[in-house]
Structure formats: C-alpha cells, structure tokens
C-alpha cells in the first residue's frame, strides 16, 4: 500500500543553520505530496505542496522538490529560526483518492 | 477564517467508559477526518466520512465508531475505552475536490485512559 519515510527526529539546530528533512514515498500513480507543520500546542497546517513530478513547493522560506525518480520530496530551508521549532509531517494523497498519508513526523528544535 | 473545532483539549476516562469526540467545521467541507497520532507513528487514519451519514473505515478503526447527522459535525465514540486508546486525537475537513486542497485540522484532544 501507499507509505511516507520520514528521517528519524528529533533534529537538533543551531539558528541560522541549513535544514534538510528527508521524505521517500511509495505509491502507485503519481501522488500529490505535502509537508504539514504542528506547532506546540496546535493542530497541523499545510506548510508547502506539489501536485506533480519536478513541482517545487514553497513557503516562509521553506521548500521541497517532487523527485519522481527517487521517489523523495526532501524539505529544505536555508537558514532556520527559532520560530521553526516544530513537529514537521510529509504526507501523499493517491491520485484521484480523499486521504492522506502521513509519515511518522520529525520533531525539530532550533536553538538560538 | 476556515475553522474546526474540537470540544474538549484534554479528557481523562477510565477503562470501559463509553467516549464521545466532537469536531465541527463551519467551512460546509463534504469530507471529514479522525485521525490519531502517537509518537514515531505519525497519524493514521481511523475513519472518515464523504458526507452526511456515510462513513469508511480507515486504517485503524478497531474499537472505534463515528457519527456524522449533520454535515457540520463528526464524532469519534470508542464504545468501551482501553488504555491503548491513549492517545492525541485530531479532526480534519477538507471541500469534495478532492486532497490537493489542505486539510484543515482541529487543535486535538489529548485522551488519557486510565
């Protein structure tokens, strides 16, 4: 069935340091994929998506690539802030279905 | 602003209690969502439901049920509440076009069973 691979968290930075959360799929068909983004306390929010192969998805700094030939959609920022302390979810929606799938989440921690 | 709301952030129930969660959207979306979320398993699905008075099983809807009179309301009901029940409960509505729009998703209710 379908799957999301997220990288084992948590992920520690300093400020100002560069970002990479990995994210591999497994489906059929060409999938929609997403980044969510739960900050403490609350529920998850579309941080980024793309719909189809080579699609780059973009947001508050952050983005993601859909690589259909590595089956990844790795989540990337330059230079993170504090601010991005947060538990971060990649997720696929099957083509032509109502759900998503979610990987296990990456809790991240940036330290000033 | 879109919204969904859950009833309660917190409950504490004891083994074999019958437990109601309550969501409500007041987006008018068609499809709605409960899914719970543990730590280093992310979120799976329990069940959602296309519309008013239909209902799917998602990937774990053992010991659970849902309830949707109205198009606006979805409630999750664990008829006889175990401890490995424990967990962070969220709600999420998304319009019928279909997962390429977000899901907008409640603040959760953390469930402890005791």
Redesign the interface.
């Known amino acids: 069935g379908d799957s ?1 691979t ?1 990288m084992e968290g948590p992920v520690t930075l300093s400020e100002e340091a560069f970002l990479t959360i990995n994210c591999t799929y497994t489906a059929t068909g060409y999938p ?1 994929l ?1 980044w ?1 983004v739960q900050y403490p ?6 941080l980024l ?1 793309a ?1 189809k192969a080579d699609d780059k998805g973009s947001n508050k700094g952050f983005e993601a690539t859909y690589r259909k030939e590595t089956t990844s959609f790795h989540l990337e920022k330059g230079s993170v802030q504090v601010s991005d302390s947060a538990v971060y ?1 990649c997720a696929l ?1 099957p083509r ?10 990456t809790r991240l921690t940036i330290n000033p | 602003d879109v919204k969904v709301t859950q009833s309660s952030r917190y409950l504490v129930k004891r083994t074999g209690e019958k437990v109601f969660l309550e969501c409500v959207q007041d987006m008018d979306h068609e499809n709605m969502f409960w899914y719970r979320q543990d730590p280093g398993l992310g979120l799976r699905l329990i069940y959602f439901s296309y519309d008013v008075k239909m209902k799917e099983k998602g990937d774990i809807p053992e010991g659970y049920s849902v309830s949707r009179e109205k198009k606006e309301r979805f409630s999750l009901i664990l008829e006889s509440a175990s401890t490995n029940q424990t967990s962070m409960y969220l709600c999420a509505s998304i319009p019928r076009q279909g997962a390429v729009s977000p899901l907008h998703f409640g603040n959760g209710t953390r469930l402890t069973v005791t």
Request: proline share 0%; no cysteine; aromatic share 16%.
């Open positions: 999301v997220q929609s997403f969510y306390g609350e529920g998850l929010q579309l998506k719909t979810f929606s032509g279905a109502q759900k998503l799938v979610f990987g296990q989440g």
